[in-house]
Structure formats: structure tokens, C-alpha cells
């Protein structure tokens, strides 16, 4: 019970916080004027009468940087949850079951992220030759 | 009285007593907090700028947040004909609700002992510091206010809209490898996400603080933190010189507000963030244990809430002096400087920690003397690479 007395205040703030933005957006058309003119249905572009729709299709000159950033997020998760066990607190060294040391534990988790980093690192160089980074 | 009683008299229900008391306590600081610091803002900016700012109404000009925002509330609500209405009625409660949500993960002091009832019973002063998944809280919560900021964008039916909220897209894309990257180092040194260990690991004194042990994952996590906020010189979503008001220009009335309001506790979250995973959170420059003084629960308690607050205050005036003295950056530059800058040195920064903590003798001394070292050895070397890109640009051009 203890431990999930967070997450119930989590959900207390939950509440209160959507309470308050629904009633703010209310608010504002409760206690606002509705004065409507044709003018004002317009969209604003600086004053000008609209030129076309909103809804064009629009060059996304970073579309390979955002495929890039997929896949790079993902190792980055994975660097959060190695970095997280690298020490190895979590295991108790002292007891003797684990057959290797801390200082063992340590080594072997650097080599191992050092081989998978110099991966990351040769996709992130070959992205970069490859013009990845530039936009199309 | 008789509601306290009962409230005290069950156990269970001294479990939802307590931390509603605290929700209310965060939420009355979160929405108070907002027109501070506008109105802190704007007097900054104009000392900046040598103007007066904000000077009519009340003295010092203390009641303009107050009055602005009654204005906003007295303003008509519009919906564009053009809007997709649902979406743009939900815009603004996406972009209000995580930014509120996320500052619950800051603990703002030591616990607190008291009995009630002859229960002993431990108050943190955070109302979620205890959750495993920590820091990790902060990160979910702020990127689902991302959302917002998109789909307001897009559901404006407004060409300014539209571009602002692609523009947010591209940030995003930007500053979240900086920003985790420069956590990582962090969590190499504590190992865990938990936010009470990420602060208790830092006590004792400033030397014990991660920015000691991790200036460049700090100078990173700052710089990905403008981005994250919408700050100048990466306010690219909003962009008020080039596209009218981005993503919100279409918002008039509360909704408006809610995305005003949303910035500002972003910035003050984002600030106390920072402050707790690399600046010593609620622990003072020297415990005063060091000192010889003795403090009972309460001062220390106030003093935790002194140290956090006023950190944050730093660190709020760092955002307003950048927001008025730095240009904005165009959004395929902040690209480059994420990945072809911070990517890499991020990895090596990552690599350099992991090796140390790793290899160097375990004394707590020289590890923290290594770590800086090459902290600022990264931050040295990243300064004559930009010197030396600078020069080849302006010799390109002459």
C-alpha cells in the first residue's frame, strides 16, 4: 500500500489539474462576448485576405532526420538502462554467488557498451556521409 | 474542525489526507508561481533593455499579471470556422495538464517525522519523489505536452499554425537525444532513476553536486532544456517576428492562457528539474553537519525549500538574460547543432564517464577530480572546434 501512495497522489494532481484547464476553457466562453463579423472568420495571415487552404501539403525537408531520430531515440533508451545497473549496486557483490567482483561487473559492462556505441557511432557517420543530416 | 478529525481518525485515510494536502500546496505554488514570473520576466527584460517595463498598474507594477490575465478571461473565445474543433479544443488541456503533472517528481526537502495519532508517520516533501521510475516521470509527462503544442498547430487551419507546429516537431527531434544523452552521465554516477537517490547522492557539499562531476552533460541538458521550454534562442514554435504567434496564433481568450501558463511551469519544472539532478536539489552549498551545526527537522526542512527555490529563481533569470540577449537559431541549424554536436560529444562524454567510474581508483576524490577534468576538457575542446568552424565560415564568405 505504501508504495503506491505516489501514484495516488499522481492521480489527485491529475484530477485537479484537468479540473482547472476545463474550467478555464470554459470560462473564457462563458464569460466572454460573441460578436461574430465576417472578417473575423477569417484566417490571419498578417492582415491580408487569405490565399488558399491551410490544409497543403507541406515539404518536410527533415523527413530522414526524423527517421533517424527514431531509431537513435531507441539506443538511447537502452544507454538509460545500462547506465542505470553500470555500478552494479543492484547486485550484492558480498555474498559470493555472483562468481565476479564489482570492479569485473564494471569492466565487462564498459567493453560491452563500447562495442555497441562504436556500432552507433558507424551508423551515425555513415547518416552523415550519406547526407542524412542535410535537408532534401 | 470536525472534517480534520475525521479525516485523522482512520489510518487509510491519513495516506489520502496527507498527500492532499500536498497536491493543493503544489498546485496553489504551480498556478501562484506563474505571474511572478512573468511579471519578473518583463521588469528584467526592460532593465535589459533599459526601459522601465510593466510600471501602471499597482506599485512596481505588481497587479499587471493579475490584470492581464483578467483581460484574457473578459476576451472572446474564438474558435476559427476552419478548426478542427475538437482537436483544437483539446490542444491547450494537453499542453496544461503534463506541465502540471510533471513538477510533482521534485522533492523539496528532507522527509519529515511526525506522529499522528501515536502513528509514526514519514512526510515526504515531494508528493511523487518516491516512484522507481523517477526521472523517467519528467520525460513522459513533458513529451505528451509536446502533442499540444502539434496539434494546435495543425488544427488551426492557419498557415503560421501549421508551420509552427512542424517547426515543434523538428525541435522535438532535436533537443530529446541532447537531453537524455546528458541525463545518462547522471544516472552512470548514482544508478538509479529514483530522484531521492539522484539528491541524496549529492549531498554534503557543492563538490558532491553533478555538475561537478558532469559540466558537459550539464551545459548539454541546459542547452536541450531551452529547447524543451520553447525559449529563445530555440522558440522556433512560436517564432513571434517570423510567424505571427506559431502554433497559437489562432488561440484567443483562457485558451490562450492555458498555453501561457503552460510555457511558465514548464520553465519552472524544468528549472527545479536541473537544479535537483545537477545542482545539489534542496542540499545547500555545505551540510551544515560540516560546520558542527545541528538542525532539527523543520529548519532543515525550510531550508531545503530556501536552497530549491532559490536555484530555481538562478536559473529562471539565466532563461529571461538568454531570452534578451541571444537571436534565435533557424531550425535547420539547431538540427546540426543536436546531431553533428551534441550527438557525438554526448557518446564520448557517456564513454569518458563509464571509463572513469570504471577504471580510476575508487576514492570518491579522485573520481570527481578525473570527472572534471575531463568534463571540462570536452567543454574546451568543443569551444575550439566552434572557434575554428567559425573562422572557416567567415573565410569562405571574404
Not at chain 1, 547486485?91 to 562468481?99: Q, T
Not at chain 2, 503544489?26 to 510593466?54: A, N
Not at chain 2, 509552427?164 to 516537431?169: A, K, L, M, N
Amino acid at each position: 500500500m505504501e508504495h503506491l501512495i505516489p501514484y495516488i497522489a499522481i492521480g489527485m494532481i491529475l484530477v485537479f489539474a484537468a479540473g482547472f484547464a476545463v474550467v478555464n476553457s470554459l470560462l473564457g466562453t462563458l464569460i466572454g462576448p460573441t460578436k461574430d463579423n465576417p472578417a473575423k472568420r477569417l484566417a490571419y495571415e498578417s492582415g491580408m485576405v487569405p490565399t488558399g487552404e491551410a490544409n497543403v501539403r507541406i515539404p518536410i525537408k527533415f523527413y530522414m532526420v526524423g527517421l533517424l531520430f527514431l531509431i537513435f531515440d531507441i539506443e538511447t533508451i537502452f544507454l538509460l538502462a545500462w547506465a542505470v545497473v553500470f555500478k552494479g549496486n543492484q547486485i550484492d557483490f558480498a555474498s559470493g554467488n555472483v562468481g565476479f567482483t564489482q570492479t569485473q561487473f564494471q569492466h565487462y559492462g564498459f567493453f560491452a557498451m563500447a562495442v555497441f556505441i562504436g556500432v552507433l557511432m558507424l551508423a551515425e557517420i555513415y547518416a552523415w556521409k550519406k547526407g542524412g543530416f542535410e535537408w532534401s | 474542525m470536525k472534517l480534520i478529525d475525521w479525516l485523522l481518525s482512520d489510518p487509510t485515510l491519513v495516506y489520502l489526507t496527507i498527500p492532499l494536502v500536498k497536491v493543493a500546496i503544489i498546485f496553489v505554488v504551480l498556478v501562484g508561481s506563474v505571474p511572478v514570473l512573468v511579471l519578473f520576466e518583463r521588469k528584467l527584460i526592460g532593465f535589459i533593455q533599459q526601459r522601465p517595463g510593466p510600471n501602471r498598474v499597482g506599485p512596481w507594477g505588481i497587479l499587471q499579471t493579475l490584470v492581464d490575465g483578467i483581460k484574457l478571461l473578459l476576451k472572446e473565445d474564438f474558435i476559427p470556422p476552419g478548426a478542427v474543433k475538437p482537436i483544437f479544443i483539446l490542444a491547450p488541456l494537453l499542453a496544461l495538464v503534463p506541465a502540471m503533472l510533471s513538477v510533482t517528481i521534485i522533492p523539496w526537502g528532507p522527509p519529515i517525522q511526525v506522529t499522528i495519532d501515536g502513528i509514526a508517520h514519514t512526510i515526504s516533501l515531494g508528493l511523487a519523489d518516491g516512484i522507481s521510475v523517477g526521472i523517467l516521470f519528467y520525460f513522459a509527462a513533458t513529451s505528451i505536452g509536446v502533442y499540444g503544442i502539434v496539434l494546435a498547430g495543425w488544427s488551426s487551419n492557419n498557415k503560421y499554425s501549421l508551420l509552427g507546429g512542424i517547426r515543434s516537431t523538428a525541435q522535438l527531434i532535436s533537443y530529446e537525444l541532447a537531453l537524455s544523452l546528458g541525463l545518462v552521465g547522471v544516472l552512470l554516477l548514482v544508478g538509479s532513476f529514483e530522484i531521492n537517490a539522484l539528491v541524496d547522492s549529492q549531498a554534503g557539499g557543492f563538490w558532491n553536486w553533478n555538475v561537478v562531476k558532469q559540466p558537459m552533460g550539464f551545459l548539454m541538458f541546459l542547452v536541450a532544456g531551452f529547447g524543451e521550454t520553447n525559449r529563445l534562442p530555440f522558440d522556433l514554435p512560436e517564432g513571434e517576428s517570423e510567424l505571427g504567434a506559431g502554433f497559437h496564433t489562432e488561440y484567443s481568450s483562457m485558451r490562450f492562457a492555458m498555453f501561457f501558463m503552460a510555457e511558465y511551469m514548464n520553465i519552472f519544472t524544468f528549472s527545479a528539474v536541473i537544479s535537483t539532478l545537477f545542482l545539489g536539489g534542496f542540499h545547500g552549498p555545505i551540510d551544515p553537519a560540516l560546520l558542527g551545526i545541528e538542525v532539527n527537522q523543520w529548519i532543515a526542512a525550510a531550508f531545503g525549500v530556501f536552497w530549491l527555490g532559490g536555484k530555481i529563481i538562478a536559473l529562471f533569470f539565466l532563461f529571461v538574460w538568454i531570452r534578451a540577449t541571444f537571436p534565435r537559431l533557424r531550425y535547420d541549424q539547431m538540427m546540426n547543432l543536436s546531431w553533428k554536436v551534441f550527438f557525438p560529444l554526448g557518446v564520448v562524454n557517456i564513454m569518458l564517464t563509464a571509463g572513469i567510474v570504471a577504471f580510476a581508483p575508487d576514492q570518491p576524490a579522485v573520481q570527481t577530480g578525473a570527472l572534471f577534468v575531463a568534463g571540462i576538457a570536452q567543454i574546451v575542446g568543443l569551444d575550439a572546434i566552434a572557434n575554428a568552424a567559425k573562422r572557416r565560415a567567415l573565410g569562405h564568405v571574404s
